[in-house]
């Protein structure tokens, strides 16, 4: 029955099913398909061949790729939730509300302002005879090459994860049971011990969360190991681009994508695994 | 706390990022051919750029037709779109004379009659340009060239200092080597330094020896740069010496003030040449011949010479009076005046050499060599 409040859920719920299918499974299913495809002539030709798959998982080019864009991504998240963490609670805990608004206004403007606009400007700052280099050298210092290297490409992973790490940790922040820190507090416990004890247990879902967003950000991104770094040493993205670039090769790109999807599959089911630990915890103190 | 209302959407986002082949694919692979019929619009496959006003636009008049044009960038993507579009999509294609020979094998280019384009009024090194014919008959006409060599800062090096590839290996150099991210210059610079000529026609010692040559420069490179990084990359001091790019990129900057030159080495340089063809089985014969001849008359070469973001050398005679008659400064800046040095000045010495595909090797293990390279 149309009317039932059991039947309206599931009616209302198709358009986000029909999408999921067509806009997320059907590509994905083609993506994994194409895999097994062969590029003859510059010309994409079905096929099951194996090859691709080999080719690229036991390339050097592959496997180093792929630690370096692991190494990176992994840093980019301790960083961004060590950054995060601190600033959030600032943020949260000791600003007035009034400031409290200024500084989520801040946070969220640079979210919807154009990432590539920003690390044009970053290139502008770091770059060999850019602001910060004149500023050092008027004091002497330099010219540091600060552009194009392991800081550089976590400068531009930092601008594209932290305002959005902040946000989050500031808006689980605020959720919290203001009682309990006040407990907490009523029973003789010092301000480390309430963030260790109630508030970090209190936001471990949106840790997790948190991480798992600035992983998955960083691990994906082109533009900043291209714009940052040069290309030097290349990551995933950059790697599926160089495939197809030279000799068409979308089925070797695939397998780089399918493979990236895999370990981003892996890390969420990570992330998740975290997050449900506390409530598995809760429920077994019960 | 369970956030399931996320899974979905970083998936949908990791799914978008991972999976830009597929759009890409798409995107290169669609071409409406709801107009492709349209005597009156000329579909021309193209580099991008090619179809602006400056350079089509009396054509387009006199004609009373629309080009309508389809841009790549690179031959690589060229071949995608031609092959994956239906035949008739397109009428006419520029295309970079190394790939004339695959569209030749591959049957999308059509023979051209030598008697219909101004072929004898072409510098004589250029009337029968090699990579244009095949058995005896000619399947594409050139319309502009430039050379590639050793691009440099001049703030940091004196064309004595950059005269031979050998200064890429320098220790002034540590660091500051940038690459543009194309295998084939760049690797073709580094067979050049190696003394192979032709450098792309090498066999399995010597491709060998290139690819040990290029991998001794890891630490020498800055980075690995796109079209739209090189110039940034020149500007703001992070490539101070490039090999396998040329006066495409740096007669722009220094015009803006970039202290930035470009030389040929001792050891020589790439040309790389654009040529127009007509595409296999097009209804549109004549009006694509007339393109053609547009483009290789005196007025369509100098507005190829001289077009704002990319200016080049060309092949024509009367192009090349036309230009010194009317635009002077312009002649000098291009090094195309008719007295004193000018851009033949290089060919003529034999010092250059033509940016070719592979031959005894696959694209693919170039290519191969080239990634390994840059993730060492």
């Known amino acids: 029955m149309a009317g039932s409040p059991r039947v309206l859920p599931a009616v209302l719920g198709i358009p986000v099913v029909l999408w999921q299918a067509v806009f997320f499974a059907a590509p994905l299913i083609f993506l994994v398909v194409v895999t097994f495809w062969q590029v003859k002539s510059f010309r994409l030709e079905p096929a099951f061949v194996l090859d691709n798959w080999t080719r690229i998982l036991f390339s050097t080019t592959f496997q180093r790729a792929l630690v370096h864009t692991f190494t990176v991504a992994g840093t980019t998240t301790v960083l961004a939730v060590a950054i995060a963490f601190p600033a959030a609670y600032t943020i949260a805990f000791r600003l007035s509300t009034r400031a409290r608004d200024l500084a989520v206004a801040f946070l969220v403007v640079p979210v919807f302002s154009s990432y590539m606009l920003r690390i044009y400007a970053w290139q502008i700052v770091l770059s060999p005879e850019g602001i910060t280099n004149a500023l050092l050298g008027s004091i002497g210092i330099g010219p540091l090459p600060l552009l194009g290297g392991a800081f550089s490409l976590q400068v531009g992973l930092l601008t594209l994860t932290l305002p959005i790490a902040v946000l989050t940790l500031v808006f ?115 | 706390m369970r956030t399931p209302f996320l899974s979905g959407d970083i998936s949908r986002r990791s799914f978008l990022k991972a999976g830009v082949a597929a759009g890409a694919l798409t995107a290169t692979s669609r071409w409406s051919s709801a107009q492709a019929d349209d005597p009156k619009v000329l579909n021309y496959l193209s580099w991008p750029g090619n179809a602006d006003p400056y350079l089509v636009e009396q054509f387009e008049k006199e004609n009373g037709v629309k080009i309508r044009i389809k841009e790549y960038v690179g031959g690589d993507q060229m071949l995608a779109v031609i092959n994956q579009s239906p035949p008739g999509s397109f009428d006419v294609v520029l295309a970079d004379a190394e790939y004339m020979h695959l569209l030749h094998a591959a049957d999308f280019i059509e023979e051209m009659d030598p008697a219909d384009y101004p072929l004898k009024d072409y510098w004589p090194e250029f009337q029968k340009f090699p990579l244009h014919w095949f058995d005896g008959k000619l399947y594409g006409v050139m319309t502009d060239f430039g050379y590639l060599g050793l691009s440099y800062n001049t703030k940091e090096f004196t064309p004595k200092e950059v005269a031979s590839y050998a200064a890429l290996w320098s220790e002034k150099a540590k660091g500051k080597v940038g690459f543009f991210d194309w295998y084939l210059p760049s690797m073709g610079s580094i067979s050049l330094s190696n003394g192979n000529r032709p450098p792309f026609d090498i066999d399995e010692a010597h491709f060998e020896a290139v690819k040990e040559k290029l991998f001794s420069l890891k630490q020498q490179a800055s980075g690995f740069y796109t079209i739209a990084d090189i110039f940034s990359s020149l500007t703001n001091g992070r ?138």
């Open chain 1, 172 to 286: 689980a922040m605020a959720g919290i049971d203001r009682t309990l820190i006040e407990a907490a507090e009523n029973l003789g416990c010092r301000r480390a011990r309430v963030i260790a004890h109630v508030i970090i247990p209190s936001l471990r879902p949106a840790i997790a969360l948190t991480a798992t967003t600035s992983f998955l950000l960083a691990f994906g991104d082109y533009i900043s190991p291209l714009f940052m770094t040069g290309s030097k040493p290349p990551t995933l993205s950059i790697l599926i681009v160089d495939t197809v670039k030279s000799g068409s090769q979308w089925p070797r790109a695939s397998v780089i994508g399918v493979s990236m999807l895999v370990m981003l599959a892996l890390v969420l089911g990570l992330g998740q695994f975290l997050s449900r630990g506390r409530a598995a915890r809760k429920e077994a103190t019960r």
């Open chain 2, 239 to 376: 490539a101070q010496l490039v090999p396998g790019i040329g006066e495409w990129i740096t007669l722009g900057l220094r015009m803006n003030g970039v202290p930035v030159d470009t030389i040929i080495p001792e050891e020589g340089g790439l040309q790389w040449t654009e040529s127009l063809s007509i595409v296999k089985g097009t209804p549109k014969r004549d009006l694509a011949r007339k393109f053609i001849q547009y483009t290789t008359s005196p007025e369509g070469q100098v507005k190829m010479a001289t077009k704002v973001d990319n200016k080049k050398s060309i092949p024509s005679i009367p192009g090349w009076k036309l230009l010194n008659e009317t635009m002077t400064k312009e002649a000098e800046i291009l090094r195309m005046t008719l007295t004193g040095p000018n851009v033949m000045d290089e060919y003529k010495a034999k010092k250059i050499q033509f940016r070719q595909l592979p031959n005894q090797q696959e694209i693919a293990d170039w290519n191969d060599v080239w990634s390994e390279f840059k993730s060492l």
